[in-house]
């Protein structure tokens, strides 16, 4: 009974007595994949979760306490890949977001081009008019801002450029739609 009990633990300390660079190695390359599929802007919390535990590991294997460095290797590989998978979710829902805003948008600008138009035909002062066209550049200039993020696939800035347009629009909507109605009204 004490031989087996002796072997036994024989082999948990030779089992224990190697730093878990396997396990390290690992984390640290679910780290890199996380961090390449964006999960340090759209998951950050998860992220930050896998860099520490990583760190707690690596402080562990300099105190020797292989037994925690394990632990804390293989928690931050399941919180790394836990980020990439939570990234590329948070991506595709922002995406989607901007996307939808874009047509929105798309279709704001076009009625107001149109309202514009229709202003100008109709003759309306050029005074009355240069606030909802330095507007609509305004917001043209957003969504170009917008578009070039979308290019380069960050939904973030694209989503921050896209903040108050819809409203800008609207208010040169509302003023545009203000000239038309005094002029009816006029020569009626």
Known sequence: MRLSACIVAAVLLVACGDPPNKEMDQAQGAIDAARAAGADRYASTEYTAATDALKRAQDAVGQRDYRQALNEALDSREHAQNAAREAADTKAQLRGE???????????????????????????????????????????????????????????????????VKERITQALRALETPAVQSSRRTR
């Open 98 to 164: 901007v996307e939808r805003d874009m047509a929105q948008i798309a279709a704001l600008i076009a009625e107001a081009n149109t309202r514009l138009n229709a202003a100008t035909r109709a003759r309306i002062p050029r005074r009355t008019l240069d606030g909802p066209r330095k507007e609509l550049a305004a917001v043209d200039e957003s969504v170009q801002k917008a578009g070039a993020a979308m290019r380069a696939d960050d939904y973030l800035a694209a989503r921050t450029a896209l903040q108050g």
